[in-house]
């Protein structure tokens, strides 16, 4: 079960970040867990099975928790881009109806992304 936990744990927050880390984690996550496994084999050769069971279950798990963080983030980021164009709307419905130009001001827009 802690392998189960910390895959998950890992796969999701891989999965959620916006940044390219998944090249770094994936490869880390699997050296650390192969490196548990040879230990764990090698002190206590009986439980080889089980250990191994561990390790797949962990593997598992971290690639179906990639997949669910990046769903979530997309889905996030769709959700997002629907409240930016209803305040876009809103503001430019409030614009016209105060006799203002349709196009914000650049300078209004400064600390704003692009």
């Known amino acids: 079960l802690p392998f189960v936990v910390v895959g998950f744990g890992l796969g999701?927050?891989?999965?959620?970040?916006?940044?390219?880390?998944?090249?770094?984690?994936?490869?880390?996550?699997?050296?650390?867990?192969g490196a548990v496994f040879a230990f764990a084999v090698a002190t206590n050769k009986n439980q080889a099975g089980a250990i191994g069971f561990a390790v797949c279950a962990c593997s598992i798990t971290i690639i179906y928790s990639i997949t669910v963080g990046a769903e979530l983030r997309e889905n996030g980021r769709v959700e997002r881009l629907k409240k930016?164009?209803?305040?876009?709307?809103?503001?430019?419905?409030?614009?016209?109806?105060?006799?203002?130009?349709?196009?914000?001001p650049e300078w209004m827009l400064s600390g704003e992304r692009k």
């Not at 999965?15 to 050296?31: C, D, F, K, L, Y």
């Open 84 to 104: 930016l164009s209803e305040q876009e709307k809103r503001i430019r419905l409030w614009r016209k109806n105060n006799n203002l130009p349709a196009e914000i």
């Open 12 to 33: 999701f927050w891989t999965g959620v970040s916006s940044q390219p880390n998944a090249s770094a984690v994936i490869p880390a996550v699997i050296s650390f867990v």
